[in-house]
């Protein structure tokens, strides 16, 4: 069974280290791969990520040892399972709100006795070692990260009964929603804003867990660009049609 570099990475007690893409390139993949990098992060809420697209990203990714990862549109068992089969094994979900979706997205993440996931893909069983499957799940269970987004007040003020599932040791963020969802649309950078993921922040570690983005740093490929390009244009006398 394949590894999760990202999370032993954390479990040494380092941040993991990776690259973001908006747009995956195959080549981008395997040039992680090749650097030591240990995740790459595919964005599939805000941008068009097809199941069959994310496989072939997967097997390079696997082939050059390098973890996949994936914000996914949703939270429905359809959704998470068509990804965790191809691959993906730390899974960002979109706008976690209560304890019952968090139950239900441990039990469609992982196999019995965790959860109840669905047995199983092509691309698993190309994984399996032995005869039968109860190394490979138990592998499984022990490589994928679920790491839903608490960006919604309504998820804050819920947190205390999300927090009792098991399952769930890492959170993701999402200021932009936090502020609509408290009344502040674009007030992403409000202190009202941070200040709840300030106590939400102590609440995680009071209970054993953390933000994602606390043991993981990235470096983005389309900010890059911008910033290489933007460079570009000013040392010619030039200035950036881009304003953010």
């Known amino acids: 069974m394949l590894r999760n570099k990202a999370l032993e990475r954390i479990r040494s007690g380092e941040k993991a ?22 995740f790459v992060n595919f964005e599939g809420q805000h941008a068009p990520m097809p199941p069959e697209r994310v496989a072939t990203l997967c097997r390079i990714a696997h082939g050059w040892g390098v973890t996949p990862t994936m914000r996914i549109p949703d939270g429905q068992e359809s959704t998470l399972l068509s990804y965790l089969d191809r691959g993906i094994m730390q899974v960002t979900i979109p706008n976690l709100l209560t304890r019952e979706q968090a139950e239900d997205l441990v039990k469609y993440a992982y196999f019995a006795p965790k959860g109840l996931r669905s ?7 190309m994984f399996q070692d032995g005869p039968d499957r109860v190394n490979l799940f138990k592998d499984a269970n022990e490589n994928v990260v679920i790491s839903p987004q608490i960006e919604s007040i309504v998820a804050v003020n819920n947190l205390d009964e999300i927090l009792k599932v098991d399952g ?30 300030t106590q939400t922040r102590k609440r995680l570690k009071a209970a054993g867990k953390a933000f994602w983005g606390d043991v993981t740093e990235s470096v983005n490929v389309t900010s890059l660009v911008q910033a290489a390009a933007t460079d570009l244009l000013e040392k010619h006398g030039r200035k950036s049609g881009l304003t953010f």
């Not at 690259?19 to 990098?37: K, Q, S, T």
């Not at 047995?119 to 069983?125: A, E, F, K, R």
């Not at 929603?177 to 502040?184: E, K, L, N």
Request: proline residues 5%.
């Open 17 to 38: 280290l990776g690259v973001n893409m908006y747009d995956p390139i195959e080549e981008l993949v395997e040039m992680a791969g090749r650097m030591g990098l240990d």
């Open 119 to 125: 047995s199983t893909g092509y691309s698993m069983v």
């Open 168 to 197: 769930i040791e890492f959170f993701g963020g999402g200021n932009e929603d936090m502020a609509q969802s408290m009344g502040i649309p674009g007030g992403h950078a409000d202190p009202r804003v941070l200040d709840v993921y």
